[in-house]
């Protein structure tokens, strides 16, 4: 009997797979190979950063820190270009005695409150037949006593005293001015030109004016030439600051942020001591000016590149294309590059970031962020100059220029390390806040306690104020420079130091009133500062946040109302969804 063929039947231990199974043994898990690869998204700019490299990014924060050395040679050269040293009427013969000076000089009165009298400065007596005839101008010029800063500076050598003397606070209002005007033009050029553009010709704008002002011959073209060299030196400051920031990822912004204000604080101790060796304005400001020309260097090819968040906003495939190269021979980084390869086939559709200024006019959250911090700006620059002067307010006694410089010069020092070691701890608008608190409680006692105060309280005081207002001013250019958009965030930073010149031009004019109304100006600002304090609890935290790109990540950078209560809508026992 023959039995019908069947696998069931077969005296084979392992019988056949079915035939709807493959006949090869099924592998457990897919090769990685054959996996698809996952969508690839655009890169973000803290990505950019990173393709750079580290070393690369450290050599170019360098390199973007160093102009600041001599560009305090630049911005805060005016106390001692316009420095006015005691002078008196130029009498005949060499060096007159005491007695002749007691004889040809008339006896004024103090100027202000407190101070004693003196020999007059503008006067001399009329002499004719040996006796005096009446009280007349200077006639043959001044001679001055230099004992402090620079024994030849416009002052001395134009003679710029008595009935000129208008022409030196109108050269610092010129300066502030200029530099106003740099900050919102070239502001706007570095978003739209790009950072290096705005750099490169701010550059080269500053070394031309540089050499105009040391050649200048009167002071009508000084004063011009002062006002173009502050615009292009403004400039140069804003497109640095800027590209310094773009350039660090959340964990170094502050710390790079603080050694560029720690090197333009020695280059104003250094501005200090070149100015007791030359002797010399003309020689200071070309000492200032001369290294500048070192860093048109950077416009050279691979030198100093674009700003990766820049080149990113705008689409520049051909600019960025050199980032992916240095990104793949990266060995350090293990990322996809799938990113930079799409965005090097992508056509480049403009050379500018796009702005919609319909949107940026909709943008409440950026204006207000805007309108607060640049009223912080403008009050503690403003209110800086009340503290430095305040001594001499009350009492009537001037402290020495060196006393003064050097007081302001190490509160902005002492401020930037009080920055650095609070900031990331404590976060920028806590340490704004105590920073505008301080700068008001100093004002409200040296205003309202002054007369039961001592030198020495006063000193305190006047110090602590100084201190606070600077570390205030500091940390509003860094806090608005975090929380607006790459699109905007030269015009942004801009308009904040824009308002901080609009402050600072209270001190030239009230050095041409002569300081009359002091108190009156000390008391606006001071109640200021109180506003100031209440509009700091509407902004926003940035502490270790990425830099937003575009207007719509600006707008997220708000503070949460004060009324909302927290709510946590995750069920209890809620089971994640690996699909989500």
């Given amino acids: 009997m023959t ?7 077969s005296p084979s231990p392992c019988p056949p797979p079915p035939p709807s199974l493959p006949s090869s043994p099924t592998p457990s898990s897919p090769a990685p190979s054959a996996l698809p690869l996952p969508p690839s998204l655009p890169p973000t700019g803290e990505v950019m950063v990173l393709a750079l490299g580290r070393k690369k990014q450290r050599l170019l924060i360098a390199l973007s820190i160093l102009p600041n050395l001599f560009l305090a ?5 005016d ?3 316009t420095l006015a040293s005691p002078h ?3 009498l005949p013969g060499p060096s007159p005695s005491p007695q002749v000076l007691n004889a040809s000089l008339p006896w004024e009165k103090g100027v202000r409150q407190g101070e004693g009298g003196g020999l007059s400065q503008c006067k001399q007596y009329l002499t004719v037949n040996g006796t005096q005839a009446g009280v007349v101008d200077c006639e043959a010029g001044w ?22 003397y208008w022409l030196v606070p109108l050269e610092e209002v010129c300066f502030i001015l200029g530099a106003l005007v740099g900050f919102l033009g070239f502001g706007f050029t570095a978003d739209r030109l790009g950072r290096l553009k705005a750099l490169l010709s701010s550059l080269a704008l500053s070394v031309v004016f540089g050499v105009l002002v040391c050649v200048s011959p009167s002071p009508a073209i000084f004063i011009v030439m002062r006002f173009c060299l502050a615009t292009a030196s403004a400039g140069v400051y804003l497109t640095l600051y800027i590209t310094r920031l773009e350039l660090c990822d959340p964990s170094l912004r502050l710390l790079v942020t603080v050694v560029a204000g720690l090197t333009t604080f020695v280059g104003e101790l250094m501005l200090l001591g070149v100015a007791l060796g030359c002797q010399s304005w003309r020689g200071l400001l070309g000492t200032g000016a001369a290294p500048l020309t070192l860093f048109l260097s950077y416009g050279i090819p691979g030198v100093f590149p674009e700003s990766p968040r820049w080149l990113l906003l705008s689409e520049r495939s051909g600019d960025m294309s050199s980032f992916s190269e240095r990104r793949e021979r990266d060995r350090e980084l ?18 500018r970031p796009h702005l919609s200024f319909h949107e940026l006019f909709h943008s409440r959250n950026i204006w207000k962020n805007i309108c607060v911090l640049g009223f912080t700006s403008f009050i503690s620059h403003g209110i800086s100059h009340c503290y430095s002067s305040f001594r001499g307010d009350v009492r009537g006694t001037t402290p020495s220029f060196y006393w003064t410089y050097l007081l302001s010069v190490c509160a902005g020092g002492g401020a930037w390390l009080l920055l650095w070691a609070t900031v990331n701890r404590c976060g920028r608008r806590g340490i704004l806040l105590l920073a505008m608190t301080l700068t008001g409680l100093a ?30 001013a500091h940390l509003c250019i860094f806090f608005t420079a975090e929380i607006m958009p790459t699109v905007i965030r030269g015009a942004g930073v801009g308009a904040v130091l824009a308002l901080g010149c609009v402050g600072r031009l209270s001190s030239p004019l009230m050095d041409l009133r002569n300081h009359y109304g002091y108190f009156l100006h000390h008391v606006v600002y001071s109640s200021l500062a109180l506003l100031a304090v209440l509009s700091i609890l509407l902004l926003p935290e940035s502490k270790r946040k990425p830099l937003p790109q575009t207007l719509a990540d600006g707008e997220q950078y ?6 909302r209560r927290r709510r946590d809508n995750v069920p209890l026992l809620a089971t994640p969804n690996p699909e989500t």
């Fill in 3 to 9: 039995s019908t063929s069947s696998p069931l039947a």
């Fill in 73 to 77: 040679f630049l911005l805060s050269s």
């Fill in 79 to 81: 106390p001692l270009l």
């Fill in 88 to 90: 008196h009427c130029r």
């Fill in 143 to 164: 001679d001055y006593n230099v004992t402090e800063g620079l024994k030849n500076n416009i002052v001395t050598e134009w003679d710029l005293v008595c009935g000129q």
């Fill in 334 to 351: 293990e990322r996809d590059d799938e990113s930079f390869t799409e965005l090097e086939s992508e056509p480049p559709s403009s050379t």
């Fill in 443 to 472: 004002s409200l006692i040296l205003l309202g306690l002054m007369e039961y105060l001592s030198e020495s309280a006063i000193t305190v005081f006047s110090v602590m104020g100084l201190f606070a207002s600077q570390a205030a």
């Fill in 558 to 563: 708000r503070r949460p109302p004060l009324g």
